[in-house]
């Protein structure tokens, strides 16, 4: 079965840092590009960071450029996301997603997300 | 940033009928436009992709189509399952990729 598990999520103060893990199974790791999504509480989604399958690209939102770091250890099937100078408007559920980027239909989308942690940011 | 304007914010019917979901994109998107369904706690489901082509596993009833900036996603005759939130996606604009602020789908 295809699956993702995030963790790491937490509360944290402004100005703090989280990384947060996203464990990946039932499919091969490597072979597609992973990404962070965000959903602040009520609110939509936000996409937030994307990595390709082989480590060697990496695109972050505006929001989020400069603070956060995406990466990848193909070897432990395991995504990462490493947030730091952390605000309030940080504050969302952060979910992974698999999608591929030389691709074509359905596998070019978000076809597989995991379940979400959540990070609130507060003092 | 291409933004994606969905309507209604809400729409409110009863099972049994007919749902009309609108979302239409800042500029073309050509036919690079997904549909994700998403319930409370849970995370977004892709239900159709490249506009028009339903994802595997995904229910006939429903169905979309548009194409450049309008787009819609139907479903054919609601079941109890189906009320949730609603958000169309563009990649066209990749890896800026963008949502829709969502359409609540409720019962009636």
């Known amino acids: 079965e295809v699956q993702l598990l995030e963790s790491g999520g937490g509360l944290v103060q402004p100005g703090g840092s989280l990384r947060l893990s996203c464990a990946a199974s039932?499919?091969?790791?490597?072979?597609?590009?992973m990404s962070w999504v965000r959903q602040a509480p009520g609110k939509g989604l936000e996409w937030v960071s994307l990595?390709?399958?082989?480590?060697?690209?990496?695109y972050y939102a505006d929001s989020v450029k400069g603070r956060f770091t995406i990466s990848r250890d193909n070897s432990k099937n395991t995504l990462y996301l490493q947030m730091n100078s952390l605000r309030v408007e940080d504050t969302a559920v952060y979910y992974c997603?698999?999608?591929?980027?030389?691709?074509?239909?359905?596998?070019?989308?978000?076809?597989?997300w995991g379940q979400g942690t959540t990070v609130t940011v507060s003092s | 940033e291409i933004v994606l304007t969905q309507s209604p914010a809400t729409l409110s019917l009863s099972p049994g009928e007919r749902a009309t979901l609108s979302c239409r994109a800042s500029?073309?998107?050509?036919?690079?436009l997904a549909w994700f369904q998403q319930k409370p706690g849970q995370a977004p489901r892709l239900l159709i992709y490249?506009?028009?082509n339903r994802a595997t596993g995904i229910p006939a009833r429903f169905s979309g189509s548009g194409s450049g900036t309008d787009f819609t996603l139907t479903i054919s005759s609601l079941e109890p399952e189906d009320f949730a939130v609603y958000y169309c996606?563009?990649?066209?604009?990749?890896?800026?990729?963008?949502f829709g602020q969502g359409t609540r789908l409720e019962i009636k």
């Open positions: 490249d506009a028009s």
């Open positions: 990595i390709s399958g082989d480590t060697e690209t990496t």
């Open positions: 039932g499919f091969t790791f490597s072979s597609y590009a």
């Open positions: 500029q073309s998107v050509s036919s690079y």
């Open positions: 997603a698999r999608s591929k980027i030389y691709c074509s239909g359905e596998s070019c989308y978000l076809g597989v």
């Open positions: 996606h563009q990649r066209s604009n990749w890896p800026s990729i963008t």
